[in-house]
Nanobody
Framework: QVQLVESGGALVQAGGSLRLSCAVS????????MGWYRQAPGKQREKVAS???????WYADSVKGRFAISRDNAKNTVYLQMNSLKPEDTAVYYC???????WGLGTQVTVSS
């Protein structure tokens, strides 16, 4: 069965960096479009970044220039490198297989001053 497991969430200071990882099993990872979403308490879930099977990325305006999505097909893993973090980035970050509509359970990112 398909499983997505996020990791890398942590407490960090504003201006710091984190790298989130999403390990996928039970899927033909190399043919799927992958994405990172986030949801803060009381707010709508939003797409942060996505990457297609060819490695072409998409970013939300709020994270352009600060975040970078990448994938390692050999390891069935997608990453989200987050730099220059702001308190507004605080949220639970979820990994998703867009092609198959599967979601992970999320990893908490908290950014404080």
């Amino acid at each position: 069965q398909v499983q997505l497991v996020e990791s890398g969430g942590a407490l960090v200071q504003a201006g710091g960096s984190l790298r989130l990882s999403c390990a996928v099993s039970g899927s033909t990872f190399n043919v799927n479009v992958m994405g990172w979403y986030r949801q803060a308490p009381g707010k709508q879930r939003e797409k942060v970044a996505s990457i297609n099977s060819g490695g072409s990325p998409w970013y939300a305006d709020s994270v352009k220039g600060r975040f970078a999505i990448s994938r390692d097909n050999a390891k069935n893993t997608v990453y989200l490198q987050m730099n220059s973090l702001k308190p507004e980035d605080t949220a639970v970050y979820y990994c998703r297989i867009l092609t198959l509509n599967y979601w992970g359970l999320g990893t908490q990112v908290t950014v404080s001053s």
